[in-house]
């Protein structure tokens, strides 16, 4: 549920605004305006209102405070977990009520504090090594952080991966446990000091992680490797994804979502409201038209970040909370949106359109063999790729509007290849 009277849009330029200074002085109780309020993340949640991260510089306080912000409303239950002397604070934003909290005590994320304390994180999954300290690796408000602990061994840089989750915890440690045992590379559950079997392993909504071998595909990218992964070792282990994986929730996918993303993107962006409009009635005639196939087991999110490789074999799969019933097609066009969208990221990628038309042929035959139509694999990377417009404000670009007319014309070239197809 969202403020009714204070679209996403107005959230957004609020937050990057000079009127955000003195709003948060007022908001937090003090006089004045703080030297420095700077967003260090902002996400917009369709359905869900706009989120954000605060550093905000106080007088008189040596380290800058992080602050978490939101318009989400959000229920008695989840505000009364959270700590005495940490609740969140309640503010009149200039279009509706906003709710603010001192990071690490995230409203839904209770396990969040124990997970960022590396003495606390020692004493439940060290078994008996130090833990020197923990890592933000990423953090979405309300929804989910990524965190590494590092351990003080013989062997440097040995560490392992904390989830926290908002819910779905169990959820999460059943589909590894599941993928574990039929033989996948998974990364291992990491159970806590105190379990008392091999199941017992989430503790306040967060489990950990061992690294996973090998490194991640878009490192193999950024290295320049000539061939970081083969096809095949790809498309068999989204085969050997095993049966059970269709007893679960079937999650919607990046292109189920789309009416969702392309609505972000326009907040993101009003000035580009006709092109994002044009691009989402040619995606959703493709997706009403060109058939799927069957339902299989899926990964989900398979992008370059989540694949690992070692030897052009695949290492580790990663993230999977979305592991479930659905298409393929829908896996293979999100990696293909990423690897695409991948050049304009960094030039380290500029040679991975190369690599895109080494693996087409392989994925466009796996579409088929799964009993789909092949133009369906554009249609819906495109649509993944619209859905990687909102978030690009946090991208770094210097030109942020040619970048996201960029991505926009890159969606269309998807599109093309799917109309030309034959």
Do not use: E, I, M
């Given at each position: 549920m969202t403020q009714t009277n204070w679209d996403p849009a107005s959230q957004i330029a609020w937050l990057s605004s000079a009127d955000l200074s003195p709003w948060v002085a007022d908001a937090l109780g003090q006089y004045g305006t703080f030297p420095g309020v700077h967003p260090v993340t902002v996400q917009h949640r369709p359905g869900a209102g706009v989120s954000a991260l605060l550093q905000v510089s106080a007088p008189d306080t040596p380290e800058p405070m992080i602050i978490g912000l939101t318009t989400e409303i959000l229920d008695r239950a989840t505000l009364a977990a959270v700590p005495a002397g940490c609740e969140p604070r309640f503010a009149q934003g200039p279009g509706g009520m906003v709710v603010l909290w001192p990071h690490p005590y995230d409203p839904k994320l209770p396990g969040l504090?124990?997970?960022?304390?590396?003495?606390?994180?020692?004493?439940?999954?060290?078994?008996?090594?130090?833990?020197?300290?923990?890592?933000?690796?990423?953090?979405?408000?309300?929804?989910?952080?990524?965190?590494?602990?590092d351990l003080d061994q013989t062997q440097p840089g040995t560490a392992f991966f904390l989830k926290v989750l908002h819910s779905r915890a169990a959820d999460l440690a059943q589909r590894h446990l599941m993928l574990t045992h039929a033989g996948l590379p998974v990364p291992r559950l990491r159970l806590p000091n105190d379990a008392t079997g091999p199941t017992d392993v989430v503790r306040d909504g967060t489990i950990a992680l061992d690294v996973a071998a090998g490194h991640s595909l878009a490192t193999a990218l950024a290295s320049q490797e000539m061939h970081p992964v083969s096809t095949a070792d790809l498309i068999s282990v989204l085969d050997r994804l095993p049966a059970e994986c269709l007893k679960l929730e079937r999650k919607d996918s990046w292109s189920d979502r789309i009416e969702d993303h392309a609505l972000a993107a326009r907040s993101a962006f009003p000035g580009m409201v006709p092109e994002i409009d044009m691009l989402l009635q040619r995606i959703r005639w493709g997706l009403a038209n060109f058939h799927p196939g069957q339902v299989v087991p899926t990964h989900g999110d398979l992008y370059e970040a989540n694949v690992f490789v070692h030897d052009s074999q695949i290492s580790g799969l990663l993230d999977l909370d979305g592991v479930g019933p659905g298409y393929r097609v829908d896996d293979l066009a999100c990696l293909v949106a990423h690897l695409a969208v991948l050049p304009s990221l960094d030039h380290r990628y500029l040679d991975v359109p190369k690599l895109l038309r080494w693996i087409t042929p392989a994925l466009v035959a796996d579409v088929a063999r799964q009993g789909g139509d092949p133009r369906g694999l554009w249609v819906r990377s495109a649509a993944v790729v619209l859905t990687l417009i909102a978030g690009m404000p946090g991208e770094g670009h210097d030109d942020l509007l040619q970048a996201a007319r960029d991505r926009l014309a890159l969606a269309g070239r998807l599109l093309e290849r799917a109309e030309n197809y034959f």
């Open positions: 504090p124990a997970a960022v304390d590396p003495a606390q994180v020692q004493a439940r999954w060290g078994h008996g090594h130090t833990v020197t300290q923990v890592r933000t690796r990423a953090y979405r408000p309300l929804r989910r952080a990524v965190l590494v602990a």
